[in-house]
């Protein structure tokens, strides 16, 4: 049966998902480089300003319709179908009107968010802003299929479409300014939507959802989706709320510490355009692994499975800390090299380092969060994520303001969410009592692990340096002996998480 898949079935699967969605970061990294390359940190941020304010946006459109549809679908297969259609509509109406209010009043919110030239850009996420909500509900439904493939096509197709572009556009605009630079990679998102919703619509064409000739009735169902999909935004709208919000108040208190606009516009984007991404990279990994778990614990809880859903929860918590850590140390120690030889960036090391945890309570926050998502506890996230915000909030206000505390103000911000709304998960699933002594034997097993293998990379790094090599190429060796070990021993791991 399919809700009887064993635990390596779901690591398979997720490394299906994780395989396409390193393809798109991949893409992703490689317009973000080529960008910051052009434009610059300052370019980056005000980038970075206006996609804060679409990401607010998209999710107040769209809530969390996709993913209350994808989990009711995972239930409920044959009735899916006509729950997409009913949803579709108020979609397209919103994201129509969402559209044509964020055009006429481009003017106001680039005064909002203190540089009115990015009027211009916020103009260019108009035709985005009506297409990618109904995408995303589309993607939902099928997530709720588990049609895995042709949601991973869409997404190359999708990420393949708007880096290409931004490429395109952003040399030809560069010449009229930076703001009509930053303008043309933002159009990228439309057309990469636009292909990508074209490509599912096709994929519909030739595999049509099998519909019952007299389909059973959705008016019982329809208002409890409804509720699950605004619990659900509920949780999921804090952070874009938040990310917005910071996108008002960074540069308008780094101004107050004494930074110019022009400054405060280059720290910003260092952060969150490069930092960040750097920091989330490797989360795409425990992003797959939700994304394939969510749908099968539901099922399980549902189908009042216990043993197997507590099973596959425990199993990918334990999945996000080994990758956490290796990841983790990784962007410490080489958050250097990140900075100038990827991005070339000098000022973007330490916020880099200061963020080199993130993979790791940011796995564990979404797998306990799509825990307690799956046993119709929705509004409990909710909670530890508003905490967290707030807390963000106090940090960000009192030091970003202080000079010479921009950075750390900003790191700490972040850290301080992530740990805060991590930590609360933890606490109503009673992780910590239920922690034994043997789990946090093994824990610190890979923590010494983990410091052994950089160790050791750092050794034979110096027993190379007396050849004549090229410093770049030190760099790489030593990258890929990390990698190595670390994939030799997440490969070990992995298999005593997984065996019965």
């Given at each position: 049966?399919?809700?009887?898949?064993?635990?390596?079935?779901?690591?398979?699967?997720?490394?299906?998902?994780?395989?396409?969605?390193?393809?798109?970061?991949?893409?992703?990294?490689?317009?973000?480089?080529f960008?910051?390359?052009?434009?610059?940190?300052e370019?980056?941020?005000?980038?970075?300003?206006?996609?804060?304010?679409?990401?607010?946006?998209?999710?107040?459109?769209?809530?969390?319709?996709?993913?209350?549809?994808?989990?009711?679908?995972?239930?409920?297969?044959?009735?899916?179908?006509?729950?997409?259609k009913?949803?579709?509509?108020?979609?397209?109406?919103?994201?129509?009107?969402?559209s044509?209010?964020?055009?006429?009043?481009?003017?106001?919110?680039?005064?909002?968010?203190?540089?009115?030239?990015i009027?211009?850009?916020?103009?260019?996420?108009?035709?985005?802003?009506?297409?990618?909500?109904?995408?995303?509900?589309?993607?939902?439904?099928?997530?709720?299929?588990e049609?895995?493939?042709?949601?991973?096509?869409?997404?190359?197709?999708?990420?393949?479409?708007?880096?290409?572009?931004?490429?395109?556009?952003?040399?030809?605009?560069?010449?009229?300014?930076i703001?009509?630079?930053?303008?043309?990679?933002?159009?990228?998102?439309?057309?990469?939507?636009?292909?990508?919703?074209?490509?599912?619509?096709?994929?519909?064409?030739y595999?049509?959802?099998?519909?019952?000739?007299s389909p059973?009735?959705?008016?019982?169902?329809?208002?409890?989706?409804?509720?699950?999909?605004?619990?659900?935004?509920?949780?999921?709208?804090?952070?874009p709320?938040?990310d917005?919000?910071?996108?008002?108040?960074?540069?308008?208190r780094?101004?107050?510490a004494?930074?110019?606009?022009?400054?405060?516009?280059?720290?910003?984007?260092?952060?969150?355009?490069?930092?960040?991404?750097?920091?989330?990279?490797?989360?795409?990994?425990?992003?797959?692994?939700?994304?394939?778990?969510?749908?099968?614990?539901?099922?399980?809880w549902?189908?009042?499975?216990?043993?197997?859903?507590?099973?596959?929860g425990?199993?990918?918590?334990?999945?996000?800390?080994?990758?956490?850590?290796?990841?983790?140390?990784?962007?410490?120690?080489?958050?250097?090299?990140?900075?100038?030889?990827?991005?070339?960036?000098?000022?973007?090391?330490?916020?880099?380092?200061?963020?080199a945890?993130?993979?790791?309570?940011?796995?564990?926050?979404?797998?306990?969060?799509?825990?307690?998502?799956?046993?119709?506890?929705?509004?409990?996230?909710f909670?530890?994520?508003?905490?967290?915000?707030?807390?963000?909030?106090?940090i960000?206000?009192?030091?970003?303001?202080?000079?010479?505390?921009?950075?750390?103000?900003?790191?700490?911000?972040?850290?301080?969410?992530?740990?805060?709304?991590?930590?609360?998960?933890?606490?109503?699933?009673?992780?910590?009592?239920?922690?034994?002594?043997?789990?946090?034997?093994?824990?610190?097993?890979?923590?010494?692990?983990?410091?052994?293998?950089?160790?050791?990379?750092?050794?034979c790094?110096?027993?190379?340096?007396?050849?004549?090599?090229?410093?770049?190429?030190?760099?790489?060796?030593?990258?890929?002996?990390?990698?190595f070990?670390?994939?030799?021993?997440?490969?070990?791991?992995?298999?005593?998480?997984?065996?019965?």
């Amino acid at each position: 049966m399919k809700n009887d898949l064993k635990l390596p079935l779901l690591l398979k699967q997720t490394m299906v998902r994780a395989n396409a969605m390193i393809v798109v970061k991949a893409i992703g990294l490689i317009g973000k480089v080529f960008m910051i390359r052009l434009v610059g940190a300052e370019g980056m941020g005000l980038y970075q300003l206006v996609y804060s304010f679409y990401s607010l946006v998209l999710m107040i459109i769209s809530g969390g319709l996709p993913t209350a549809l994808a989990m009711f679908t995972a239930k409920h297969t044959a009735k899916g179908w006509r729950l997409f259609k009913i949803f579709s509509i108020p979609i397209i109406l919103t994201g129509l009107a969402c559209s044509l209010l964020t055009y006429w009043f481009s003017t106001p919110l680039a005064k909002l968010l203190g540089y009115p030239q990015i009027n211009f850009v916020i103009r260019c996420l108009a035709p985005a802003i009506l297409t990618v909500p109904l995408l995303s509900l589309l993607r939902g439904y099928l997530q709720g299929l588990e049609k895995y493939t042709a949601i991973a096509i869409s997404e190359i197709i999708e990420q393949t479409a708007r880096i290409g572009t931004l490429m395109l556009l952003v040399p030809l605009f560069i010449q009229s300014g930076i703001e009509f630079a930053v303008g043309g990679a933002v159009l990228g998102t439309f057309t990469g939507a636009l292909l990508s919703f074209a490509v599912l619509i096709a994929f519909f064409m030739y595999n049509r959802p099998s519909v019952a000739l007299s389909p059973p009735s959705i008016r019982t169902d329809l208002p409890l989706v409804v509720q699950a999909s605004f619990a659900i935004a509920l949780t999921r709208l804090l952070i874009p709320a938040s990310d917005f919000m910071d996108a008002i108040i960074i540069p308008q208190r780094l101004q107050v510490a004494g930074v110019s606009s022009k400054e405060a516009a280059e720290m910003f984007g260092i952060v969150t355009g490069i930092a960040l991404v750097v920091a989330y990279m490797p989360t795409l990994i425990t992003g797959a692994l939700t994304h394939t778990l969510t749908m099968k614990i539901t099922a399980d809880w549902q189908n009042k499975k216990y043993n197997s859903f507590y099973k596959k929860g425990y199993a990918a918590i334990e999945v996000a800390w080994v990758w956490g850590l290796a990841s983790g140390f990784f962007i410490f120690k080489y958050a250097p090299d990140i900075s100038l030889l990827v991005f070339d960036i000098q000022n973007a090391e330490i916020p880099i380092k200061s963020l080199a945890m993130l993979p790791l309570l940011v796995g564990w926050r979404e797998i306990t969060t799509s825990v307690l998502w799956a046993q119709n506890r929705k509004k409990t996230p909710f909670i530890g994520l508003c905490t967290g915000v707030l807390a963000n909030f106090i940090i960000l206000y009192s030091l970003v303001a202080i000079p010479d505390f921009g950075y750390t103000g900003m790191s700490l911000g972040i850290i301080t969410l992530e740990l805060i709304a991590t930590g609360w998960n933890f606490k109503v699933l009673q992780l910590f009592q239920r922690a034994k002594s043997c789990l946090a034997i093994m824990l610190l097993v890979d923590i010494l692990v983990f410091e052994a293998i950089l160790i050791v990379g750092m050794l034979c790094s110096k027993t190379l340096s007396s050849l004549e090599w090229p410093e770049t190429a030190h760099i790489i060796v030593e990258v890929i002996h990390y990698c190595f070990w670390c994939a030799l021993y997440l490969k070990v791991r992995l298999k005593s998480v997984f065996k019965e």
